[in-house]
């Protein structure tokens, strides 16, 4: 089979605050800017006033021009630490709800993955979840790469990557933005995982039990099939790709595997078949980027 080429990032849109975590999103996009040859657009939302006190405003004067002034300063400072490595940069600073105001810049830049960390300036241990990030991730239009304080992987370094997939045609959408974030001389392992949602009085048909027993199991052959173009379209881009069925709550299974397969990065599709499986979908998909031990793309 001939391989496939991937498509090209040209433009890379990062969400920062200012804070460590910011720094640890922005330090994943450098990688990717410099490995994709793309150009990184940094970009800060300063949110409108009368508004909670601004945590990064340290000038005596007030008032929105003051905020401004300092978040463009802290802009500047963290372009040129960028462009001082190697990385094409610009800069791009708004006032706005940053949730609506990030998905709105990234959109202007004309971004190709936008790239945001999960927790706040605060310092606090909650996540964004509940505004900023989860906006984010419902609402922008092109691919969301969320990065949490703990991941330390580069784009660069990444030897395994997990695929959930629940047989919709977005699932399909999401592998072809998965396969622009890589070259053909970096292809990680893929791993392809169909959960299978097993009610408790079917327990006796789950997979786990038939494969132990071995038994028969007709609808993993059915959800293999299913699966078998998607396995196809990475291997003609020359990944490896293995495929499994497995039994659980998505949710459980998806963070479990990930954290016992020690996965690199974390692929998932934010829409299902159906209206219902979209509001499924979609809250499985923000609760996979709340408790994943790695970085998720959601598209």
């Not at 802290?74 to 998905?103: C, F, I, N, Y």
């Not at 071995?214 to 699966?227: F, K, S, W």
């Amino acid at each position: 089979m001939e391989k496939q080429k991937t498509s090209t990032i040209q433009r890379i849109f990062c969400a920062t605050d200012f804070s460590g975590t910011a720094a640890r999103a922005v330090s994943f996009a450098a990688d990717l800017a410099k490995k994709r040859d793309a150009t990184l657009v940094l970009g800060h939302a300063v949110e409108p006033l009368p508004a909670d006190p601004y945590p990064i405003l340290m000038t005596p004067r007030s008032g929105e021009s003051a905020i401004r002034e300092f978040a463009w300063a802290k802009l500047e400072e963290a372009g040129e630490a960028l462009r001082s490595d190697g990385v094409r940069v610009e800069l791009q600073l708004d006032v706005g709800l940053p949730g609506a105001q990030l998905v709105e810049m990234s959109s202007k830049a004309n971004a190709d993955v936008l790239v945001i960390g999960t927790r706040g300036q605060t310092g606090l241990v909650h996540l964004l979840f509940g505004s900023t990030a989860e906006y984010v991730v419902r609402r922008s239009a092109i691919p969301v790469l969320t990065i949490h304080p703990e991941d330390n992987v580069g784009i660069g370094e990444m030897g395994r990557v997990l695929v959930p997939t629940d047989l919709s045609k977005d699932a399909s959408s999401a592998v072809d933005a998965f396969l622009s974030l890589f070259s053909e001389s970096h292809l990680p392992k893929i791993d392809l995982v169909f959960v299978d949602s097993t009610p408790p009085y079917l327990e006796s048909q789950s997979h786990e039990r038939l494969e132990r027993y071995d038994q028969p199991d007709r609808r993993r052959v059915e959800i293999e099939e299913y699966l078998r173009p998607l396995v196809e379209k990475f291997e003609a881009c020359g990944f490896e790709v293995s495929m499994r069925v497995l039994d659980g709550e998505a949710v459980e299974v998806i963070t479990q595997y990930a954290k016992e397969k020690s996965v690199d990065l974390i692929l998932m599709s934010t829409h299902g078949r159906s209206a219902l499986l979209n509001a499924l979908l979609g809250r499985t998909a923000q609760r996979v980027v709340q408790h994943a031990p790695c970085p998720v793309l959601t598209v």
